[in-house]
């Protein structure tokens, strides 16, 4: 999904003949794209070119995201096991337990018993490391999707920005202008809900558990997962509450900076007229 999102994003950037935009931009939502991200791409001059793009095609962007994106990742399994649903993981549990009696007929009652309590124990460990995995590995792929949109969300404030002293625009200035502010407040929200998502990810049970050579009690399992070819899973090492407040600053001294220059231009503006 990511190459043919990618591919649809350059595609996008290259279009030149009249009408074919609504179509090239409807091909990269529905390969997972989101509307920062196309309305980049399109150098369109607010998202709201891209709204009414999709809508007509009859997509609403607020409600019709494609199931199928890089958010979609399904769970490790291990011996039926996911760690994701108690209901399923409890009756392969009972099933693996009834299957000590009906394979071992005539077992004595204690040794029976002791098999039992290995067996519950084995799988709860299975299920415990694959339910940390598996919702740690998910809330890694949502930090790094909300990364991207935070980079790209940034990105396009300084496109926005440049875009004012460009000599060749043909669009208002006040209208380029507020195409800028609304990137700018739009940054702040992305810079927000990654900062929300990175946070989930490193208080997750997971990534205290899960560390590159498997927590002792937890060694079997995750060194099975990783043996497997799945990924070892890393949190991100910088505190993202510290980030996210650096990011903010910054964004706020250059808008605090831009808008003192944009006053004296429309100063100048105005005292020609």
């Known amino acids: 999904m990511s190459t043919e999102r990618e591919q649809a994003l350059a595609a996008l950037r290259e279009w030149s003949v009249p009408g074919c935009r609504a179509d090239l931009v409807e091909a990269a939502w529905r390969a997972g794209a989101t509307v920062v991200a196309i309305a980049e791409a399109a150098r369109a001059k607010s998202r709201q070119t891209i709204y009414d793009d999709l809508k007509s095609r009859g997509i609403d962007p607020r409600r019709d995201r494609p199931k199928e994106t890089d958010m979609t990742i399904s769970p490790v399994t291990i011996e039926g096991i996911t760690g994701t649903d108690a209901v399923k993981d409890s009756e392969v549990t009972d ?34 490391t694959l339910r940390w995995y598996n919702t740690l590995r998910s809330q890694l792929l949502e930090e790094q ?29 006040l209208h380029g202008h507020q195409a800028y502010v609304r990137a700018v407040d739009d940054a702040r929200i992305a810079i927000d809900m990654w900062e929300e998502r990175a946070t989930a990810a490193a208080k997750s049970p997971g990534a205290a558990a899960l560390i590159p050579d498997g927590n002792g009690e937890y060694h079997g399992t995750y060194r099975r997962i990783l043996d497997a070819g799945h990924p070892v899973l890393t949190v991100p090492g910088t505190d993202p509450a510290a980030v996210a407040e650096q990011l903010r600053a910054n964004l706020d001294q250059a808008h605090e900076h ?16």
């Open 258 to 273: 831009r808008q003192r220059q944009a006053g004296q231009t429309l100063g100048l503006a105005t005292a020609q007229n």
């Open 145 to 173: 999707v909300a990364r991207e949109e935070r980079d790209r969300a940034l990105h396009l404030v300084e496109v926005r920005w440049e875009a004012l002293a460009d000599p060749n625009s043909k669009g208002s200035w």
């Open 95 to 128: 099933a693996a337990v009834r299957r000590i009696i009906t394979e071992n007929p005539g077992m004595p009652e204690d040794e029976q018993r002791q098999r039992f309590v290995t067996e519950f124990k084995r799988l709860g460990e299975v299920e415990n």
